[in-house]
C-alpha cells in the first residue's frame, strides 16, 4: 500500500529478520516502545502466515530482553490491536503491529491510567463463561 506508514519504512527500521521489523513508536508511550511489523502489508491477525507469527515474537523476545537488560524496565506489556472501526491516523496504522512496551511498577502508564483499573475489571459470571468456553472450544 503507497499511503501505508509501516510499508514505507526506510531508515526508521533498527532490527529486522526474514518476515518482520523493529521501529521505534512515534508517538510513544514510554522510553524504549517499539513496534514489531510485519513486513507484509496485513491487517487482520489471523492473516499471518507461521513464519510471519515466529519472526514477529522471536523479535519481541528479543527487544523485550534488551530493554530489560538495558534498565529501561522492569518488566514489557506486548499488545497488539485489531480495531477496524478506527480510521487510519497517526495513533491507529491499518498494518498489523504488534506493541512492545517496557514497563516499570508505577511507571508513566500506571500513573495515567492503570491505576484506575481495579475499576474496569468485572466478575465473570458463569453464563458468560459458559458461553465463551462454548465458542472458544
Known amino acids: 500500500m503507497t499511503n501505508c506508514p509501516f510499508c514505507n519504512l526506510e531508515e526508521r527500521v533498527i532490527a529486522s ?3 518482520a521489523n523493529v521501529l521505534l513508536s512515534n508517538p510513544r508511550k514510554t522510553a524504549g516502545h517499539a ?3 510485519p513486513k507484509r502489508h496485513v491487517e487482520k491477525p489471523w492473516e499471518l502466515t507461521n513464519k510471519e507469527l515466529q519472526d514477529i515474537f522471536a523479535l519481541i523476545w528479543d527487544v523485550e530482553q534488551k530493554l530489560i537488560k538495558a534498565g529501561m524496565g522492569d518488566g514489557v506489556d506486548v499488545r497488539q490491536n ?4 478506527l480510521k487510519q491516523s497517526q495513533l491507529s496504522v491499518d498494518h498489523l503491529h504488534f ?3 517496557p ?3 508505577r511507571d508513566y502508564i500506571y500513573s495515567v491510567s ?4 481495579t475499576e474496569l475489571f468485572a466478575d465473570l459470571d458463569d453464563t458468560e463463561r459458559a458461553e465463551v468456553t462454548k465458542l472458544l472450544k
Open 99 to 101: 506493541h512492545v512496551l
Open 82 to 85: 485489531y480495531r477496524p472501526f
Open 17 to 19: 529478520n526474514d518476515s
Open 114 to 117: 492503570e491505576k484506575y483499573d
Open 103 to 105: 514497563r516499570t511498577l
Open 35 to 37: 513496534l514489531v511489523t
